[in-house]
């Protein structure tokens, strides 16, 4: 029995292990090298510098745009998404799935060339502001603003948080919403009261994945914003790429992985809050 059991746990290590493999050398060492380089100056010595730069003036700036940017981005996102979630879960599975393939489908494409088009439809020549003046109308000053990058985030990051509520969507037990309208509760109340709480999971699983992209990405900002707008994304990779400052923009980072976990601990405990007080 030992030696099965033995057996057991060694075919599971060999199996893991390639896994195991990836995540050493793609997840741990860069983190310990963000946080070697983060903690050190360039003499090698300890140091908190790095990380209390992100409070001079351009750094906090630059950090709570990103946040406001962000922030404005998810609940966008999130308005858009759970109507259209909740119809497709409303409809046949064929149709269904064939909307939520649709919206996959641009996914397929490499983020760099879905930010490009829509530069190139936003810009001053662009094709928006070539149909506008063909039908006479004032063109669309929106390129190089905030609006366009927070577009670029919504288009981009869309598809994030419509799929974990549809999936949420479609695990509701119909039986449930049958009982509900049985005792007399309208289209409304149900939503409310079984749709809406049992979706929540969903919803905290969608806001995490939008808003964490949204709060670090630098291409958007660099191509929607004309490299104009500096989200803190863009200061650690100009830091990173231009500067060659490592120990700043590694200090920057870990400011940044601090504001990542902090909202991952939001959402789980209003997740947990939420689900407490439906039961």
Known sequence: MTRSTNKRKFSTILLGSPYFIWVVIFIVVPLFMIFYYGLIDRNGNFTLDNITAITSPVHSKSLWLAVRLGVIATVICLIIAYPLAYILSQTGFNRSGFVVFLFILPMWMNFLLRTLAWQTLLEKTGVINNILAFFR???LGIINTPSAIVLGMVYNFLPFMVLPIYNSLLKIDKHVINAARDLGANSFKVLQKIIFPLSIPGIISGITMVFIPALTTFVISNLL????????????????????NWHLGSGLSIVLMLFIIINMIISSIFDLNKEVSFL
Do not use: Q, Y
């Open 137 to 139: 109308l004032p063109a």
């Open 225 to 244: 914003g004309g490299s104009k707008i500096l989200l803190i994304g863009n200061v650690i990779e100009e830091e990173f790429t231009h500067a060659g």
